[in-house]
């Protein structure tokens, strides 16, 4: 399926996308500080014969690289034009997410729900892709804490 290549990508972009929104939108002891992150991200293909996939980066994080990261994420996806966030409330230490993608090939939605503090965060995610007579569902942990300064 065609979307298979950006799915780790979009995982990402809904840890930024949740980051910038709590950033923009709420009051300064509500926000992230801005430093290095140790992120993890496990990704498991339900029903499907594919392992899960774990993969820990340290990224510096400041508004404008996550701001570049989620409109990289969502662009990648072969549906960019037609995304649309559904549900996006970020505040008081805790995200709920939806984002909605759909074109001639297929759709994908993804739901995400978590919590953050200053220094921490961690999300739960659930993508649903489907595409003619098929479809997969993918479901995701992705955490990040903050380890120092970049």
């Not at 290095?36 to 340290?58: K, R």
């Amino acid at each position: 399926m065609k979307f298979r290549p950006a799915i780790s990508r979009i995982a990402r972009a809904c840890a930024a996308g949740a980051v910038i929104a709590s950033a923009s939108s709420a009051a300064a002891v509500d926000q992230p500080n801005p430093g290095l992150y140790e992120v993890t991200t496990q990704m498991i293909y339900v029903d499907s014969p594919m392992p899960p996939i774990s993969i820990t980066t340290n990224q510096c994080v400041t508004l404008e690289a996550m701001q570049e990261t989620l409109s990289q994420a969502l662009t990648a996806f072969p549906a960019a034009q037609n995304c649309e966030t559904v549900e996006l409330n970020v505040g008081g230490g805790s995200i709920a997410m939806q984002l909605s993608c759909a074109a001639p090939e297929g759709s994908i939605v993804v739901e995400t729900t978590g919590t953050y503090t200053e220094n921490d965060y961690a999300m739960k995610s659930r993508i649903t892709i489907t595409g003619g007579q098929s479809a997969m569902d993918i479901s995701g942990d992705i955490s990040g804490k903050r380890i120092g300064d970049c």
